[in-house]
């Protein structure tokens, strides 16, 4: 297998595995925004589950706590899964609720949990076996590593941290870029290329070689349709927050791979100058 130049990873659903803590901080945000009395806060029995299972149709964290409450207000999950785009909007404005105060809502319950309980905070999480083992044979490879994420970078570099993973702060692209996973990817390639011409001895490349790891369907047809994007290798992560129409739909589709967690955390990536070790 040929390493790619570039190698971009969603961070929820791909290397770590944050639903407990998603639920949780979904069901506190709704509470305040929905006006429900903070002694009132129960979780209703059932709804974590329901949650769960609906958490795939989730783009962005400001449709955390409009989740909940469609859960709340008793919308069937298959309506959820057909129609989420147009029930996450029709319900925040019911709710005369805006994205920016949603959103404020969730980072601002994240940021208490993490200043009053962050021991507990970090409990709510846990990453995929073998994916912090992948993530350090990268970064001793020549392969350039980034996490591309719709999560707030701070929280992302939170986590690494207990995992024993640094990464610069560069490599760490959080929702506060505030522009599309696509756009990010073009970026990044003409980044690459930016830095090979500056080098004394550099040269750009045509086109780097980057492939991208997300567990969202949507995201990766969002960059399937950019026409100087077509040469990214996609791969939807099987193990991650999708449904199984998802799956189906990438393992019928040429151009994204449907990948294991397994083959995922098994993919050889070389240190830097072994793999040119006795040539000559």
Not at 32 to 43: I, L, M, S, Y
Not at 191 to 218: K, M, T, V, Y
Request: glycine share 6%; net charge negative; hydrophobic share 40%.
């Amino acid at each position: 297998m040929a390493e790619p130049d570039l190698l971009v990873l969603d961070f929820d659903g791909v290397i770590c595995d944050g639903l407990r803590e998603y639920w949780q901080t979904a069901w506190r945000a709704y509470a305040r925004c929905w006006g429900v009395d903070e002694d009132e806060t129960v979780e209703p029995m059932g709804l974590e589950d329901r949650f769960r299972k609906l958490r795939p149709v989730i783009e962005t964290g400001w449709e955390m706590p409009v989740l909940v409450a469609a859960l709340v207000q008793g919308v069937g999950d298959a309506e959820i899964l057909e129609n989420w785009p147009i029930l996450v909007r029709q319900i925040a404005e019911a709710a005369q609720k805006q994205p920016q105060e949603l959103v404020a809502q969730v980072d601002g319950e994240r940021d208490r949990q993490i200043q009053t309980q962050l021991e507990a905070w970090l409990a709510l999480h846990h990453f995929y076996p073998g994916v912090l083992d992948l993530i350090s044979r990268v970064q001793r490879s020549a392969t350039q590593l980034y996490i591309v994420s719709t999560k707030e970078g701070r929280f992302i570099r939170q986590l690494l941290a207990q995992g024993g993973v640094e990464l610069a702060p560069e490599q760490i692209i959080g929702k506060e870029i505030r522009q599309p996973k696509y756009q990010t990817l073009r970026d990044l390639q003409g980044n690459f290329n930016r830095n090979l011409i500056s080098h004394p001895q550099g040269q750009a490349a045509a086109q780097p070689s980057l492939w991208f790891i997300e567990d969202r369907l949507p995201a990766l047809q969002a960059v399937q349709v950019q026409a100087d994007l077509q040469e990214v290798r996609l791969f939807l992560a099987d193990w991650g927050y999708n449904v199984a129409p998802d799956r189906q739909a990438a393992a019928a589709d040429e151009q994204i791979e449907l990948l294991d967690l397994e083959t995922f955390c098994g993919w050889p990536f070389p240190e830097r100058g072994v793999s040119d070790a006795g040539s000559d």
